[in-house]
């Protein structure tokens, strides 16, 4: 697979994000930016990887908002831009996003918003849909690979035709699958423009907002019309009951058609969903007596279609959140099959989804990987802190202490909140309270949480987990990452001073794999009061491995059945360690050589292997 091929018929099989990346590609592209968030982290990743090669700009930004501003001044300056993020990211970056849909965008913007529906790998589930009625920004809503690629070069050229941003708003299943994708021509990158300026327009004081509010209001009226027209909305099919479907919904009404062809139905698809096209959705309903809305999460079709009836008083009985249809989770093509024959007052058959007995499998809880330095603090910290601290957890890998036996997180918001919301709790609780926050977290977001404690002279203790890398959605940089490791110039941001210049006087910088540096750092830091930080580092193993090139060097061997050895597996929960009876032995393939348990159980003995 070669993304940047300029062949035009090129056939490839691509996952959906890898299709958004050559559809931006066949737009000519300039800039790029974003926050690593899953299931949107390969478009960025594709985009970093491309970099030596193509002629765009690319940069992994400090957080959501500062990726939206720094998109918003390439297209301002008439660059087509691209910036890439999770739905709970465009919370973080919707105060410049409102105000780039109200001023508008000459180059084109395009802003991908993957969503989780069933909370695959996030904190909450999110329809961003809202977002899009909120600032007022016109939504694809691809179903198929294709139409990654397809809709992501047509978002580029509306976007820039209409100087409107553009969401691509896509959900966890079509960002990871996998099809066919005919590539198109490949444009050159346009990474130099014009700036017009026109401070009435371009700066939002008040007077200005108020105005560009109507401006926005009367073109979105102007691009209904187009979405009216538009080949993304297609009709195909007939009889009294109609299917409205938009987004993923789409591929799986299309599984179902096929499965069963006894279930006739008139079918809207909608692939341009807003500024949603009101006479194309009433003209689909005029000669229907029932409609079935078909939407994962929230009912933003059916409360619109409801609207339409409702203006133009149609007696239709319109059918969506309720019996079949959750307000939660993804939707599957047994549960549409079954709201489709309730829709045609047929009986449901019943849908086989899995044959094998799933009531005897063991259970498979997300845990830290073997050699992870955070389990190494998070042991320590439950040693001196035990049950009498209140642990405020934030977003990464190191969420997962919520898990015995290390049982160090009570508590998370979002990205950067263990500072501030640890600070909101130590005042209303006697107990010490230890926040947690890594690397990554630290400059998205929790700086801003460490400065307002210190100024407000809250207590608290402060651990950052430094593992110098974004680990949990794929090892992207951060400014805490020596840029040489990816063929880059040297050059990183520390931490250290960093919080010192926050105002915090009580820091201590440990290696986190040293348990009794571990262990004097946090007692001395439990005895002081006010703000105090620990900067726990050692590198994510897989990073050290994946990009440092480091080795494993070392491994542990186990005196069998031995009782000090099976509580150190209790202790640690190292997934290297397992259990035959009541002997502890230990995987070598998993073993990552760290020697944590070797601290903590005198009975195991470090052997040097090669690795």
């Known amino acids: 697979m070669n993304l940047l091929d300029s062949r035009a018929g090129t056939r490839s099989l691509l996952l959906g994000n890898e299709a958004i990346v050559r559809g931006a590609l066949e737009a000519g592209v300039g800039f790029i930016s974003c926050y690593p968030g899953t299931p949107s982290s390969e478009v960025p990743d594709t985009f970093f990887r491309l970099s030596k090669h193509g002629d765009f700009y690319f940069e992994y930004s400090i957080n959501e908002k500062v990726a939206m501003e720094v998109a918003g001044g390439a297209s301002l300056g008439g660059v087509p831009t691209l910036v890439t993020m999770k739905h709970v990211g465009v919370n973080v970056a919707a105060d410049p996003m409102v105000t780039l849909a109200h001023i ?114 009367a073109n979105l009226e102007t691009i209904r019309g187009e979405v009216n027209r538009s080949d993304w909305n297609n009709v195909y099919g007939r009889g009294k009951a109609g299917v ?40 689909f309903l005029e000669d229907l007596d029932r409609v079935l809305i078909l939407e994962e999460l929230e009912p933003i079709m059916e409360n619109e279609v409801r609207r339409i009836c409702q203006q133009k008083g149609l007696t239709i009985q319109v059918r969506g959140k309720g019996k079949d249809l959750p307000l939660w989770d993804e939707y599957s093509t047994s549960m549409i099959s079954t709201a489709l024959h309730h829709l045609l007052d047929l009986d449901a058959p019943v849908e086989t989804v899995c044959s094998v007995d799933q009531s005897n499998l063991p259970g498979r809880p997300p845990n830290l990987c073997a050699g992870c330095p955070h389990r190494s603090v998070y042991v320590q910290v439950r040693k001196i802190f035990g049950d009498n601290a209140v642990y405020s957890s934030d977003i990464g890998c190191y969420t997962l202490g919520m898990l015995p036996p290390l049982n160090t997180a009570d508590f998370l918001l979002c990205m950067g909140s263990s500072v501030s919301t640890g600070c909101g709790m130590s005042k209303a609780v006697e107990d010490p309270v230890v926040a947690f926050i890594g690397d990554s977290t630290f400059f998205h977001s929790g700086i801003t949480g460490l400065i307002n404690a210190v100024y407000n002279r809250h207590d608290l203790l402060l651990v950052i987990l430094d593992n110098r890398t974004t680990a949990m959605t794929g090892h992207q940089p951060h400014p805490g990452v020596d840029q040489a490791v990816f063929e880059g110039k040297p050059g990183r941001i520390e931490i250290e001073p960093l919080v010192r210049a926050s105002g915090v006087n009580e820091v201590r910088r440990i290696k986190a794999l040293n348990q009794k540096a571990l262990s004097r750092a946090i007692e001395e830091l439990k005895k002081a009061s006010g703000v105090r930080v620990l900067i726990a580092e050692d590198p994510c193993p897989l990073f050290a491995r994946k990009v440092l090139g480091q080795k494993r060097t070392k491994k542990a061997r186990v005196a069998v059945s031995d009782q000090a050895a099976l509580e150190c597996v209790h202790t640690l929960a190292c997934p290297a360690f397992y259990l035959e009876g009541e002997e502890v032995h230990i995987n ?18 470090p052997e040097t292997t090669g690795s």
């Open 104 to 217: 508008g965008t000459p180059g084109g913007l395009v802003i991908l918003c993957a969503d989780d529906p069933g909370c695959h790998s996030s904190q909450n589930e999110q329809d961003s849909r809202y977002y899009v009625r909120l600032a007022g920004l016109p939504c694809f809503e691809p179903s198929t690979a294709q139409e990654c690629k397809d809709m992501t070069r047509e978002a580029f050229e509306l976007s820039a035709r209409w100087q409107q941003p553009v969401m691509l708003r896509t959900t966890t299943r079509v960002n990871h699958m996998r099809g066919p994708v005919v590539f198109g021509p490949l444009s050159p990158a346009r990474t130099k423009g014009a700036f017009a300026r026109d401070p009435q327009r371009f700066v939002s004081v008040p007077a200005v907002g108020r105005v560009r509010h109507r401006a926005l209001l």
């Open 244 to 283: 409205i479907a938009s987004g993923v919904s789409r591929a799986y009404l299309g599984d179902v058609l096929k499965l069963h062809p006894e279930l006739k139905v008139k079918v809207l698809e909608l692939g341009l969903c807003y500024p949603f096209p009101d006479d194309l959705v009433n003209n």
């Open 588 to 605: 070598p393939v998993h073993c990552a050589g760290c020697m944590v348990c070797v601290q903590l159980c005198p009975s195991l003995k």
